[in-house]
T-cell receptor
Framework: TQLLEQSPQFLSIQEGENLTVYCNSSSVFSSLQWYRQEPGEGPVLLVTVVTGGEVKKLKRLTFQFGDARKDSSLHITAAQTGDTGLYLCAGARLNTGGFKTIFGAGTRLFVKA | ETGVTQSPTHLIKTRGQQVTLRCSSQSGHNTVSWYQQALGQGPQFIFQYYREEENGRGNFPPRFSGLQFPNYSSELNVNALELDDSALYLC????????????FGPGTRLTVL
């Protein structure tokens, strides 16, 4: 069974603090996405990483794809209350039988004012 | 450019019944994927359709089936509903070759009594 493990599962921090969320697997992925989901809504795409070792920055968010394309991290600098939400990583693999996307269970972030 | 839409938004069924959920893809996208998201969990991949054919499937029984139409809209059908089928069902559209960047609809909340 292919698993994508996210840690931590829950994070509660003060506004202005930094944080890192991790996404780990024993499988290699052709690409990996990070999404953010609000209650009652579908996930919203934040970034896609494709190349091993790739680093992408989106304002205060920094995303990194592991050299072996098995893991990824999301770092948020100076968190704001608006960053509160569920952060999901998703890995894509093409194998026999077709295409498959695996999501992690998510990291629920709560940023306190 | 219109986003991904899903209908209905909420649905209540009883055990043993059948249900059909609908999804309209984002314009320009030729691939649609369906996910089941239980409360507090990450989305679980059900299947993906490309060019009206199933292009990959997760660990879901055959009573979960789908269709993709020439205009790239899609349906998810679930037969013989079980209590555990209660979940948020998400549809996501994408364009083959874009690194699996998926754009999600708001979901359909299915409750099975």
């Amino acid at each position: 069974t292919q698993l994508l493990e996210q840690s931590p599962q829950f994070l509660s921090i003060q506004e202005g603090e930094n944080l890192t969320v991790y996404c780990n697997s024993s499988s290699v992925f052709s690409s990996l996405q990070w999404y953010r989901q609000e209650p009652g809504e579908g996930p919203v795409l934040l970034v896609t990483v494709v190349t091993g070792g790739e680093v992408k920055k989106l304002k205060r968010l920094t995303f990194q794809f592991g050299d072996a394309r098995k893991d990824s991290s999301l770092h948020i600098t100076a968190a704001q209350t608006g960053d509160t939400g569920l952060y999901l990583c998703a890995g894509a693999r093409l194998n026999t039988g077709g295409f498959k996307t695996i999501f992690g269970a998510g990291t629920r972030l709560f940023v306190k004012a | 450019e219109t986003g991904v839409t899903q209908s209905p938004t909420h649905l209540i069924k009883t055990r043993g019944q059948q249900v059909t959920l609908r999804c309209s893809s984002q314009s320009g996208h030729n691939t649609v994927s369906w996910y089941q998201q239980a409360l507090g969990q990450g989305p679980q991949f059900i299947f993906q359709y490309y060019r009206e054919e199933e292009n990959g499937r997760g660990n879901f029984p055959p009573r979960f089936s789908g269709l993709q139409f020439p205009n790239y809209s899609s349906e998810l059908n679930v037969n013989a509903l079980e209590l555990d089928d209660s979940a948020l069902y998400l549809c996501a559209s994408s364009q083959i070759g874009t690194g699996n960047e998926q754009f999600f609809g708001p979901g359909t909340r299915l409750t099975v009594l």
